[in-house]
């Protein structure tokens, strides 16, 4: 631990403090010298001769050679001691001051005080907050009552079809009533005002149930190779926003977002359907008529048909989920885990930064606090480690390539491996004892195994040219994690070089940084500050006013003009070209 010389002047002005006061009442300091003005019975210690500027109240200058104490003057020099009585110092009562000021030197710099501000920022679980989404949905599911929907606790249509273009109209009106107060209110600071629509249970409870009472039989169903467990936990942020929005206000921490019980009262309306969760579960015909039937059931809302979507915030986060019927709401706030520009996934004009959110995977792997990264710090021997699946496409054909490259090396693992549990414990084993950790693209630009090594205090080292982060408006990443673009890592002996090349300092300055960035990634109920869904709700905040801009827009273009301004013109996030057959 390291304390800065300022720091060590304080403490000594402690050491001062201490010492006027055993020197007793009626005394004053100068050069940290006591003196009695009352009795000859005690005695001057000359203690350090430091001026101090804690005492600067108290300081006479030694031009004047004079002291003032209680509005009396005395004099300083030798000549005029009475009634100042100045006696030869005691060799065992200085002994006793100077043991007292090291001993209190020592337990200020050892004790917790001296570096609370630092331990503030090192990860750790809150034992009063759940971080597993299946222990969190076992506790949610035994406490809910599942509302009925002749009994609705806000203004939710049970049967939107019923719905006619004056209710829009008039919606339309109460919004413009309610946001032009604001503006003239000067009410600018506000929470995120959301409204959560009370949808069908076959949407929303319904789903969840269905996980709750499968999930132990299909611990080792597979899509692709990964469990479809691991699967829906990973996407499950429909899950860990929803719970919050909808929880009473005293349970809930955030202050960026509040839920609102009135459409004219909000400024965004989340819909609350399990999309990974119906894709994962249900076959195949009877998940694309359930994504039918919730398509309706919104698009018939009349928020929707005044927006056209734009204020309608969407999960979306596994890219095959509610592909089937997503043309049909491109214009709402997609929730998505990447945002891939190749066409595989997302077609073009569907996804955009302007509009849509990217978030993090849930991790698959246990955090790592302040206790594991103090004692792994002296462990983490390997240099590189990865372990996955190296044959991937689009993209994730790069893996294949790095695994050829860099397998030889004496201090980097590349393991082929699945997400299973056996898979799982491994991977949190060797991310524990790597000092970076791999991450390239998969089948989609990004994985969980950025979020993975993160928790896990390894430094992740991104091979994904087309790679989008979540919240980097607010996160700096290059604090966290080293970019490397695919032509340079492919190339014989250079990223192993440059790895090396790093600086020791560098690399525990981004430790450190991985420590304190790690709560950003950590869903939980309820949901904490500065976790991802705090993080959700800044984002949304900063891109409310565009939304409002292209809702206002729409509604007043004439048929005549241009096509509503869209960003699918824009060039995909590349940064290196591509890589050679």
């Given at each position: 631990m390291s304390m800065s010389f300022s720091n060590l002047i304080n403490a000594l002005g402690l050491f001062g403090w201490f010492s006027i006061k055993f020197c007793m009442d009626k005394v004053f300091v100068t050069n940290l010298t006591c003196y009695h003005f009352t009795t000859p019975r005690f005695k001057i210690y000359n203690l350090i001769p430091l001026k101090i500027q804690h005492f600067q109240h108290l300081y006479v200058s030694s031009s004047s050679s004079s002291l003032m104490a209680g509005g009396r003057q005395y004099s300083s020099s030798s000549s005029s001691m009475n009634p100042i009585t100045k006696i030869t110092r005691s060799p065992f009562l200085l002994?006793?001051?100077?043991?007292?000021?090291?001993?209190?030197?020592?337990?200020?710099?050892?004790?917790?005080?001296?570096?609370?501000?630092?331990?503030?920022?090192?990860?750790?679980?809150?034992?009063n907050v759940h971080y597993?989404?299946?222990?969190?949905?076992?506790?949610?599911?035994?406490?809910?009552?599942?509302?009925?929907?002749?009994h609705l606790p806000d203004d939710t249509i049970d049967d939107p079809s019923t719905q006619d273009d004056q209710q829009v109209k008039k919606l339309d009106d109460l919004i413009w009533r309610k946001e032009t107060a604001r503006v003239y209110d000067n009410d600018v600071f506000s929470p995120i005002r959301v409204y959560v629509y009370e949808m069908p249970t076959k949407f929303t409870y319904d789903m969840l149930w269905l996980f709750h009472n499968t999930y132990k039989e299909t611990f080792n169903l597979t899509s692709n190779g990964s469990p479809v467990h691991r699967l829906i936990e990973q996407h499950s942020v429909d899950y860990?926003?929803?719970?919050?929005?909808?929880?009473?206000?005293?349970?809930?921490?955030?202050?960026?977002v509040v839920r609102v019980h009135r459409k004219e009262d909000a400024d965004l309306f989340y819909v609350p359907f399990f999309t990974t969760i119906s894709y994962f579960l249900l076959e195949k015909q009877e998940c694309k008529k359930l994504y039918r039937e919730a398509l309706k059931w919104i698009t018939d809302q009349p928020a929707w048909k005044r927006s056209e979507g734009r204020d309608h915030i969407f999960p979306i986060h596994h890219p095959w989920s509610f592909k089937s019927v997503r043309k049909y709401v491109k214009n709402a706030i997609w929730l998505?885990?990447?945002m891939d520009s190749t066409g595989n996934w997302y077609k073009p004009g569907q996804v955009s930064l302007e509009k849509d959110l990217i978030l993090p995977y849930v991790p698959n792997l246990d955090l790592c606090d302040a206790k594991c990264l103090a004692e792994s710090a002296s462990r983490r021997t390997t240099l590189l480690y990865f372990r996955g699946r190296l044959k991937r496409n689009a993209g994730g054909k790069i893996r294949s390539k790095l695994g050829s490259e860099l397998g030889d090396a004496d201090d980097v693992v590349i393991e082929e491996g699945s997400a299973g549990e056996a898979g799982k414990i491994a991977a949190q084993s060797g991310m524990r004892k790597s000092v970076f950790c791999l991450s390239p693209a998969g089948d989609t630009p990004s994985s969980a195994r950025l979020f993975d090594a993160i928790v896990s205090g390894c430094i992740p080292v991104i091979v994904s040219d087309e790679l989008e982060l979540p919240f980097e408006g607010i996160l700096d990443y290059r604090r966290i994690s080293l970019f490397v673009s695919s032509s340079d890592a492919v190339q014989p002996g250079w990223l192993l070089a440059y790895l090396r090349s790093i600086k020791p300092t560098q690399i525990r300055e981004m430790q450190d940084y991985l420590a304190k960035y790690?709560?950003?990634?950590?869903?939980?109920?309820?949901?904490?500050?500065?976790?991802?869904?705090?993080l959700v709700w800044r984002m949304m905040a900063g891109k409310l006013t565009n939304i409002k801009l292209h809702i206002r827009r729409s509604q007043r273009v004439v048929k005549e003009s241009r096509s509503i301004c869209m960003c699918d013109c824009k060039q995909p996030n590349i940064t290196s070209s591509p890589l050679p057959p």
């Open positions: 002994t006793l001051i100077s043991l007292f000021s090291f001993f209190l030197l020592f337990h200020i710099l050892s004790s917790p005080s001296s570096y609370s501000s630092s331990n503030t920022n090192q990860p750790h679980l809150n034992p597993s989404f299946v222990n969190s949905l076992e506790i949610f599911l035994s406490k809910t009552i599942i509302p009925r929907s002749h860990w926003l929803w719970v919050d929005l909808i929880a009473p206000e005293s349970e809930r921490v955030l202050k960026s998505l885990p990447d790690t709560r950003h990634f950590l869903y939980s109920h309820p949901a904490q500050l500065l976790g991802p869904e705090d």
